[in-house]
């Protein structure tokens, strides 16, 4: 948060609070210099719904609200948005 004083502030991305399945979730994503490890893509928004599309999605099992995001994943396989 800013304040009048403050010249400027800073915005901390907190990965904790998100229960949307995104690119960050992925085994795959490279949180150091937000990229993909399976293909050559730079992802620093939560991947703009990229891994819906992404034939090499795997979600990180340490990721947070890791049953909800498995319960989403599994409800875009039987609607058909997922392989």
């Known amino acids: 948060m800013a304040w009048g004083y403050q010249k400027s502030f800073t915005v901390m ?3 904790t609070v ?3 399945v995104n690119c960050r979730d992925c085994l795959y994503y490279d ?3 937000k990229s993909c490890q399976k293909r050559p893509l730079y992802l620093p928004i939560d991947g703009y719904n990229n891994w819906k599309k992404c034939e090499y999605f795997e979600l990180d099992m340490t ?3 890791y049953e909800e995001k498995s319960a989403q994943l599994e409800k875009m396989k039987h609607r058909g948005g997922r392989k």
């Open 13 to 15: 991305h907190d990965d």
């Open 18 to 20: 998100r229960r949307r």
């Open 31 to 33: 949180n150091d210099d």
């Open 63 to 65: 990721t947070s609200h």
